[in-house]
């Protein structure tokens, strides 16, 4: 979008850095600060940091915009894609961040998370508006389903806005703003493939606008088609098998790191079949078609790791897990609307979404504890005989189980939405008001389905002997010949029927549908004024119901599966709120003030599980000469709990942990999570302090620089299960409780529930700077126009408190945390047919801990204030996209997008427990682990 275009200036950084910026990275978007071209267009845009509908105004609270000359630039496969590269969001849900949560529902969503407070504190509005959630479990909205073609802009606020907006607010609001007036004909076909041939997708989209009854009415619909085939297993070069583990060697005093990142790590006690775990036989594995062998244990072994040897045969981090979903997704949008009257007009909107997502997912691994008897009908012979002559009865084996594959996954989600409104002007008190009157209704349906395996059918199959015919059959059929049990031939790979697999492998499923009811209305205009200007005001109310209904299979329900296990959430709730806010003009031409004014908001919440709650803001502008403004924003925000937070009965999953009480011998064990229902609001305290530069010396340049400090307080969250473990090996006895062992001693179940204990905060600047020249203001032989955009933001705080651990800090964690620097540059040439673009995104390097303290040998005592690793570096990462579009004739552009244009790889990040976890030897929360990206399309307008 050139300058001319926008309302809104961008807001960046000091003026030296952002100099620095726009002189050695090509910058990106245009934002709340750009220069408009005339006043009309500046009067044209009411932007998403305030309510207050009034010509040429500007909120004191910091808001980024993208234009739809941004998004046509970037030519995103998604508009998701291109926001969530925003420096103000960070580890917001991806479908690539998300293919391990087998029972959260999350898979395929992207969900954006502002300031990385998690994204259910962010707000996510559709012309001002709620939307569908798209998971039951946490939720969180996709917006995968907005209207791509039809975007007019968006606007990201960076602050809290619950007293404008309502909840969820805490971080701030992205909503997404429609080109309502579209008339004509447009679509945008494209596809893409990476440069290592996988990865393929298509976008087609097409959309329409009409005016009718001597334009009085209007019809806007679009359409659009989309589909992804993801990327099976993890087949790039870069992938090493970095693991991050507790070192079972170390003592306090020994001199050698808590922790380890080690390379070309695989697994000891599990195999593609099954592998030997204790006992003069450990080490033996069985392979293809049970075939039995030794497995090279390589330099170094720290259970269940080994580093070198045979450790590519047992790692599955290669072959079984999916990088990338396969995901189909189809939409629907109409808007419809009629002039009633000179004063009033009518509006509905319907909206139809639809996404399947298919993955599969960590296979269904077992660390040992199977015991393989020695009559058992698949033990070859040799084995048998080897353990006659060691005495042995028995043998305890591991697995990750091959033959069954990774843990398939598939996701359904239709979403629908029906608006009504009505919308005009009035005369009150002398003066025009606007007003606003709609009923909303959003349904969401989800469907979440895996095959994980049926645990006990599993061991029962595996425990398998011979009859008195020698037929193979289970050991529990010999005495209840119809429990319908199927051998299951552990001992290899290629081993197990299809018989065994279908009875074994389970249908996981749950179906739920979630049922918004909201009803608003607001009014808007100037009922007096001041000695500097017309006082503003926006008032209203808001009534939304909220209702979740969900079943599950019966198996789910009692824990039968190795993961997944859904279970049922129902609850409802309804909010009824009001609001005011206001805008005072305290002067205007002034000799100490071009400008001053003062923008107040309050807010009241009655929720019908929490009772009331009051969200505020105050800020002010103030512009002392022409070109420098200065900007303050403080606010009071809140987020209630979601349904599964409220209302959960018992999700569970399978992890790995490390017992303390046992030296820190790893075990599965399920994870239980249960909603609390007397949870009340959070409470978010945001202040923002900011400068704008806009100066007449520099016509088309504009920089500003944010300050942001937000404190979170009475946080929703939920103790882990590593500091339940851990806080009970230190002595807790009220969090032991929550800890289940069998009668060996093992650790089966943890149980976690959510709790108003948590406090968060994150503090940092923004930076964001923009250069527009005509090249003919240069020569008269140059045309065409050049942009030069960026952005950045420095973190300098991101701490959490889970009120019962000590407090944690996650800057600088690249493995899932806040990193330190992140920014986004982009430089624009565009002429009468010529469009291209260079952009460069990234982030500063990081750590795996933000205390730690990185040492080989002669390492002091670690502390969980100051732990000590062998490797604590992980590389940041700078990343070149490239766009070029050709305009055929009037209607129609060729374009040509390569994201990721130098195929960099991503730096080693250790997978294991920590901050976050890395599955694929890398972090996809921040890192391109895709590698060179083209996408070729073409556009029309007509």
């Not at 993961?563 to 309804?574: D, E, F, V």
């Not at 929550?738 to 009668?743: F, G, T």
Request: aromatic share 10%.
């Amino acid at each position: 979008m050139t300058a001319s275009s926008s309302k809104l200036r961008l807001s960046t950084s000091s003026v030296a850095i952002a100099a620095f910026v726009a002189a050695f990275l090509p910058g990106s978007l245009a934002a709340q600060d750009a220069v408009p071209s005339s006043e009309e267009n500046a009067a044209s845009i009411v932007v998403t940091g305030s309510r207050i509908v009034r010509d040429g105004y500007e909120a004191p609270t910091p808001t980024t915009v993208l234009g739809a000359e941004e998004i046509l630039t970037n030519a995103p496969n998604n508009i998701a894609d291109l926001v969530n590269r925003l420096p103000a969001l960070a580890g917001s849900a991806t479908p690539r961040t998300n293919l391990g949560q087998i029972s959260n529902g999350g898979t395929g969503i992207n969900a954006l998370n502002l300031r990385n407070l998690g994204p259910q504190r962010t707000l996510i509005l559709l012309d001002g508006k709620r939307v569908p959630v798209a998971t039951i479990n946490t939720g969180l909205v996709d917006v995968n389903f907005m209207p791509n073609l039809l975007m007019e802009r968006v606007d990201i606020v960076t602050g809290g806005a619950s007293a404008a907006w309502g909840s969820d607010a805490v971080a701030g609001v992205v909503n997404f703003v429609l080109d309502k007036d579209f008339t004509g004909i447009k679509g945008d076909v494209q596809g893409g493939i990476t440069t290592h041939g996988d990865d393929e997708n298509y976008r087609i989209g097409l959309a329409a606008g009409t005016s009718f009854g001597d334009g009085r009415g209007h019809f806007l619909i679009s359409g659009e088609h989309a589909f992804s085939a993801g990327l099976d297993g993890l087949p790039r070069s870069w992938y090493t098998g970095a693991k991050r583990f507790r070192n079972p060697d170390y003592t306090a005093d020994n001199g050698q790191p808590e922790w380890l990142v080690l390379e070309n790590t695989g697994f000891s006690t599990i195999a593609p079949g099954a592998i030997v775990t204790k006992g003069p036989l450990r080490g033996l594995y069985f392979g293809e078609n049970g075939v039995p062998a030794q497995l090279n244990m390589g330099d170094t072994v720290f259970d269940p790791f080994m580093t070198g040897g045979d450790w590519e045969y047992t790692d599955f981090g290669k072959g079984i897990q999916d990088m990338d979903p396969r995901i189909s997704r189809q939409s629907l949008f109409a808007r419809l609307s009629y002039q009633l009257s000179d004063r009033v007009e009518a509006y509905s909107q319907f909206s139809y979404g639809r996404a399947s997502t298919s993955m599969r997912s960590t296979p269904q691994f077992n660390f040992g504890g199977i015991t393989i008897q020695r009559d058992n009908a698949f033990l070859p012979e040799e084995i048998g005989l080897r353990m006659d002559e060691l005495g042995l009865t028995s043998l305890d084996v591991g697995s990750w189980n091959a033959d069954l594959g990774g843990i398939q996954t598939d996701t359904r989600r239709s979403q629908y939405r029906y608006l009504l409104g009505f919308t005009g002007g009035l005369d009150l008190f002398g003066t025009d008001w606007g007003w606003d009157i709609s009923a909303n209704r959003n349904v969401s349906k989800i469907f979440n389905g895996s095959n994980a395996a049926i645990t006990a059918r599993y061991r029962g199959g595996i425990d398998s002997v011979r009859d008195e015919n020698g037929v193979i059959v289970c050991r529990s059929t010999l005495t209840n010949p119809n429990d319908g049990c199927v051998p299951f031939n552990i001992l290899g790979t290629g081993t197990v029927s299809d018989a065994a697999k279908n009875h074994v492998l389970g249908d996981n499923r749950l179906r739920g549908t979630l049922t918004q009811d909201i009803f608003t209305a607001s009014l808007d205009g100037e009922p007096f004024a001041t000695w500097a200007g017309p006082v503003s005001v926006a008032a209203g109310v808001e009534h939304r119901r909220e209702k979740l209904r969900s079943h599950v299979d019966e198996l789910s329900l009692v824990n039968s599966y190795w993961a997944g296990n859904y279970k049922p959430i129902n609850g409802k709730y309804n909010v009824t709120e009001a609001f005011l806010e206001t805008v005072v003009p305290l002067a205007l031409g002034e000799s100490w003030a071009e400008e001053l004014s003062i923008n107040a908001a309050i807010r009241g919440t009655d929720y019908s599980t929490s009772g009331f709650v009051t969200t505020w803001k105050i800020g002010a502008n103030y512009e002392p000469v022409d070109g420098l403004r200065l900007r303050a924003t403080r606010s009071r925000d809140i987020r209630a709990g979601n349904f599964s937070e409220l209302y959960a009965s018992g999700q569970t999953n399978t992890y790995l942990i490390s017992d303390p009480f046992r030296d820190n011998e790893p075990v599965s064990y399920f994870e239980i999570r249960s909603g609390n229902p007397g949870l009340k609001p959070e409470k978010g305290d945001t202040l923002n302090i900011g400068v704008v530069l806009q100066p007449n010396f520099a016509p088309g340049f504009s920089a500003s620089v944010d300050f942001f400090d937000i404190k979170v307080k009475d946080a929703v969250a939920t103790v882990g299960a590593g500091t339940i473990l851990n806080e009970c090996y230190r002595g807790d006895t009220t969090l032991c409780g929550l800890i289940k062992r069998n009668a060996a001693g093992l650790i089966t179940e943890i149980y976690v529930s959510p709790v108003n204990l948590a406090r968060r905060s994150v503090r940092g600047m923004d930076f964001e700077a923009a250069y527009s020249l005509e090249l003919s203001d240069l020569s008269s032989s140059l045309g065409g126009n050049f942009t030069l955009r960026g952005l950045a933001t420095r973190y300098t705080r991101a701490q959490s408190d889970n009120g019962v651990a000590a407090p944690s800090s996650s800057l600088g964690a690249n493995n899932g945390g806040t990193p330190k620097w992140q920014y986004m540059v982009q430089g624009t040439y565009r002429d009468d047919r010529l469009t291209a673009s260079l952009t460069g995104r990234g982030l500063s390097s990081g750590v795996y801990m933000t205390n730690g303290i990185e040492c080989a040998a002669n390492c002091p005592a670690s502390t969980p204030e100051n732990p000590t690793t062998n490797r604590n570096r992980i590389d940041g990462a700078l990343y070149l996209d490239a766009f070029i579009g050709f305009d055929m004739s009037e209607t129609t552009e060729l374009y040509l997008a390569i994201d990721n244009l130098a195929d960099k790889a991503p730096p080693v990040v250790g997978s294991g427990p920590g901050i976050g976890s890395a599955p694929y030897g890398s972090s996809a929360t921040y890192y391109d682990l895709i590698g060179r990206m083209f996408r070729a399309g073409v556009r029309f307008n007509f």
